[in-house]
Antibody, heavy 114, light 108 residues
Framework: VQLVESGGGLVQPGGSLRLSCEAS????????MSWVRQAPGKGLEWVAN????????YCVDSVKGRFTISRDNAKNSLYLQMNTLRAEDTAVYYC????????WGQGTLVTVSS | SYELTQPPSVSVSPGQTARITCSGD??????AYWYQQKPGQAPVLVIY???ERPSGIPERFSGSSSGTTVTLTISGVQAEDEADYYC???????????FGGGTKLTVV
């Protein structure tokens, strides 16, 4: 099992970024998937998850209306579209297999700063 | 919003037993999971479904549940066990996931 995140970087407040997570080694279309973030020096925070077929999506209140989770099972890929970014969104973003979070990627760093 | 509560820190001497608790109202209904995270690394699952241990995790790691509290127990703590530990579960509707604030285990 391997999860590889990409798409992080430096973005100005109010800007947008799209994270990707490419999965391999398991039947991606059979699992809920999640994004989890960790601000510098802080704990883990669950951000959003999506059902196997994409028909259900949930997210933490602090990102509602700004972040959108999606997936492409044909490409074994998970995405996180992040809009109207704020300084407090600065974190390492991990994708993980829901609900046990038994496999994690290495994370991708998002820095929101002017 | 739903919360899981952990002690910020726990200290033990090598060879002793460390116990880390996690409290939450929905824990009688929802399974808990535990993760170990060392600096600069992604978290690693050490206990799933309250008390199950994934393959490759040492037997000294165990989990238990009682009412609204779950406990991660590390028996015969070793220096390599020094890390941050997080519990994770879902709210009562099983819709939202939540992590505890994390506990820093220090082996002194």
């Amino acid at each position: 099992v391997q999860l590889v995140e990409s798409g992080g970087g430096l973005v100005q407040p109010g800007g947008s970024l799209r994270l990707s997570c490419e999965a391999s080694g398991f039947t991606f279309s059979s699992y809920w998937m999640s994004w989890v973030r960790q601000a510098p020096g802080k704990g883990l925070e669950w951000v959003a998850n999506i059902k196997e077929d994409g028909s259900e999506k949930y997210c933490v209140d602090s990102v509602k209306g700004r972040f959108t989770i999606s997936r492409d099972n044909a490409k074994n890929s998970l995405y996180l579209q992040m809009n109207t970014l704020r300084a407090e969104d600065t974190a390492v973003y991990y994708c993980a297999r829901d609900m046990a979070f038994d496999y994690w990627g290495q994370g991708t760093l998002v820095t929101v700063s002017s | 919003s739903y919360e899981l509560t952990q002690p910020p820190s726990v200290s033990v001497s090598p060879g002793q037993t460390a116990r880390i608790t996690c409290s939450g109202d929905a824990l009688p209904k929802q399974y808990a999971y535990w993760y170990q995270q060392k600096p600069g690394q992604a978290p690693v699952l050490v206990i799933y479904k309250d008390s199950e241990r994934p393959s490759g995790i040492p037997e000294r790691f165990s989990g238990s549940s009682s009412g609204t509290t779950v406990t991660l127990t590390i028996s015969g703590v070793q220096a390599e066990d020094e890390a941050d530990y997080y519990c994770q579960s879902a709210d009562s509707s099983a819709t939202y996931r939540v992590f505890g604030g994390g506990t820093k285990l220090t082996v002194v």
